[in-house]
């Protein structure tokens, strides 16, 4: 019993339904009709969560962190989930998107006082910190276009990322 959390980001396969909280930032799965608490992770809360099959992705404010889980191993914070620093331009993570290739593309607004954004493309386990050209504009959604190899990025306007020259198309 007791007050409810609010639920601030979800993220779904075929699998599972993952989310997270508002402060505190409480981690939970639902899967097979049962709702599971994971754990607290973070200090902020999650802004936006990506689930496959095997893998599920958690961007966290106000760290700009990327958090990694595998759902089919024990829950242990900091090896299970891991996390990673996304680099600058990346405090609100809005925006998660994978492309089909094994990366990961994450979207996100500036701190307070600094203006725009950031993109980060992520393999292998590396960071890729795209902040030119989102200096002076915050990413706040992606999607992936198989046919074209290119990400749509939502900032101020619609812009098109040729992923492999790694600019504006």
Known sequence: ???????HALGASA????????????IFSLEDHTLTHLGHVGDGEMYSILVDSSQVWMAEYPSGDLWTYDPTADWALGTNPS?????????RPLALESDGAGRLWVGSVA???VAGGALARVADGEVTNYRTPFEDVGVSALAWDAETGWLAVA???LWLWDVASGRVA
């Open 15 to 26: 699998e599972r339904v993952i989310g997270g909280t508002l402060l505190p930032n409480e």
């Open 83 to 91: 996390s990673q620093d996304l680099g600058e331009g990346h405090l």
């Open 1 to 7: 019993e007791g007050r409810g959390l609010a639920i």
């Open 155 to 157: 900032a101020d306007g």
């Open 111 to 113: 701190g307070y006082g």
